[in-house]
């Protein structure tokens, strides 16, 4: 997904003659938006795990305060078309350039806590909800592993700390065999009426001779009850884990479907003749001959 937007970038500047890097910068907040709505995952770093985390709406770093955003500033993770992410597993702030889609700099950070040795510059997030954000991860990581190749994952504090976040992003690409296939789930949980609100997002598309695309969006619209932070993580990752189980088998209904309803109607009923084809007699047809090298050898 990422190459085609820099296909898209790279036709823009053909179609202009403008290969100005600072004349795409009027594209970032269009950028910004397919971002955050395709969930685009990003790699950090080595010194950080190695794993990808995930560019969204709902781990926007928005509030900093005057003499932070000087430090961040001189840090290089400020500045004009970067937005400041943060992650909370790998206790990583990351500023990500939405136009040429590249991390700037990435910072080590201690959420919920104190600043390590190793970090340049304190940073701490609170938050009411930060045991149960600690214990969702914790449920979502094995979730993720058990049921998803590669994937990942996260969770955020959101609507002024009244709800909390939780999304999953799985990609699998295979440009050699013309398909792609990405799985998005983001859900948010409210723990004052225990709702489970979001939706399920499948985009597969297969481009060898020709484009077929599925897009499925399924909403999700649950609620639970729990008596505490632990036992309301394990509850919603257990539901999640339900609702994610019955939207594949639901696909697989419908590709059953689509097999031997919808493609099967689409396939001509009787030859060009009008006559059908009678498979024991195929030598006598002028095509069976052809095949079999009949007429003369051909």
């Known amino acids: 997904m990422r190459l085609k937007l820099a296909d898209i970038v790279a036709d823009i500047q053909a179609l202009t003659s403008d290969t100005n890097p600072q ?3 009027t594209f970032g907040p269009a950028f910004e938006k397919y971002h955050h709505a395709q969930l685009t995952t990003v790699k950090l770093p080595g010194g950080s795990g190695g794993r990808e985390v995930i560019v969204s709406e709902y781990n926007v770093l928005e509030e900093v305060e005057e003499e932070d955003e000087e430090e961040e500033e001189e840090d290089g993770i400020g500045g004009r078309g970067r ?27 201690c959420c919920f806590g104190k600043k390590k040795a190793s970090s340049p510059r304190s940073y701490v997030m609170v938050s009411q909800n930060g045991d149960l954000v600690k214990s969702l991860l914790r449920q979502l990581s094995t979730h993720a592993k058990e049921h998803y190749p590669s994937a990942s994952y996260g969770v955020y504090p959101v609507k002024k700390d009244s709800a909390v976040a939780i999304l999953l992003v799985a990609n699998k690409y295979s440009p050699n065999n013309f398909w ?12 004052t009426d225990s709702s489970l609100k979001g939706k399920i997002q499948v985009d597969v598309h297969y481009y060898e001779n020709g484009n077929v695309r599925l897009l499925t969006n399924k909403p999700v619209d649950d609620n639970l009850s729990s008596s505490s932070s632990a036992a309301s993580a394990n509850e919603i990752i257990r539901q999640i884990a339900s609702v994610e189980r019955r939207c594949h088998e639901e696909l697989n209904r419908a590709f059953i479907n689509l097999s031997e309803g919808a493609f099967r109607g689409l396939r001509r009923q009787l030859p060009i003749t009008r006559q059908k084809i009678e498979w024991e007699k195929i030598s006598s047809y002028r095509v069976g001959q052809d095949l079999g090298g009949g007429r003369g050898g051909r």
């Open 23 to 25: 004349s795409l910068e």
């Open 83 to 109: 937005t400041r992410y943060y992650d909370i597993e790998s206790r990583a702030l990351f500023a990500y350039d939405h136009v040429t889609q590249k991390l700037v700099v990435v910072l080590i950070l």
């Open 180 to 191: 792609n296939g990405r799985w998005r789930s983001q859900y948010i949980y409210s723990p």
